[in-house]
């Protein structure tokens, strides 16, 4: 198994560009999610999803988009590129989402190192 | 909002020391997990805890989840060089709840 599997590795953007982030997990996981991880700030969570066509925010979700087609694949598009935007970016699966209070292993991708100009 | 602090933020200190990372929330979590982040990596999990009071070790990392559910620590005995590392802690508010709240992590450094 690959695991989750991110693409690009780098990214650098001009201001109002768009563009996608790719993710991808082998393991049959119904939960996905993205965040972004900033010096100071940790990890915060943009969005989410628990299956194949259902999707939700997270706590900063304004400037992105995402769709969840397939169980697989897990697509962050960034509509209109802003500075503020300038991040490392990780995707993360698990088998569930929390069962019985107890939350599951979240496996990383090696994310995307993303700088907008 | 719940959040989570961990301290210190920073951590220097000599191969074979011992050390404690804390992480405290004013908010009951169901579950508390930490993890650990080489540089150029996503974060790779250690350990989850759920009952309050719970220790668990996995060879020189000992991990307590508070009695009541608001705190955890991660205690690192001898200390090596391989420990270097972001740790982070996230915790979840219970069944249903699809979303963990991190900690912004406490940067490790081990120097031989």
């Known amino acids: 198994n690959a695991g989750v599997t991110q693409t690009p590795k780098f990214q650098v953007l001009k201001t109002g560009q768009s563009m996608t982030l790719q993710c991808a997990q082998d393991?049959?996981?119904?939960?996905m999610s993205w965040y972004r991880q900033d010096p100071g700030m940790g990890l915060r969570l943009i969005h989410y999803?628990?299956?194949?066509?259902?999707?939700d925010q997270g706590e900063v979700p304004n400037g992105y988009n995402v769709s969840r087609s397939t169980t697989e694949d897990f697509p962050l598009r960034l509509l209109s590129a802003a500075p503020s935007q300038t991040s490392v970016y990780f995707c993360?699966?698990?088998?569930?989402?929390?069962?019985?209070?107890?939350?599951?292993?979240?496996?990383f991708g090696p994310g995307t190192r993303l700088t907008v100009l | 909002t719940q959040l989570l602090e961990q301290s210190p933020q920073f951590l220097s200190i000599q191969e074979g020391e011992n050390l404690t990372v804390y992480c405290n929330s004013s908010?009951?979590?169901?579950?508390l997990q930490w993890y650990r982040q080489e540089p150029g990596e996503g974060p790779v999990l250690l350990v989850t805890?759920?009952?309050?009071?719970e220790v668990k070790k996995l060879k020189r990392l000992t991990f307590q989840f508070g009695d009541a559910r608001k705190d955890s620590s991660l205690h690192i005995t001898a200390a090596q060089p391989g420990d270097t590392g972001l740790y982070l802690c996230?915790?979840?508010?219970?069944?249903?709840?699809?979303?963990?709240?991190f900690g912004k992590g406490t940067k490790l450094s081990v120097i031989p």
């Open positions: 993360a699966s698990s088998y569930s989402r929390i069962l019985a209070g107890a939350a599951d292993t979240q496996y």
């Open positions: 393991m049959n996981h119904e939960y």
């Open positions: 999803s628990v299956g194949a066509g259902i999707t």
């Open positions: 908010s009951v979590f169901s579950s």
């Open positions: 805890v759920v009952t309050g009071g």
């Open positions: 996230a915790g979840s508010s219970g069944a249903g709840s699809y979303q963990l709240t």
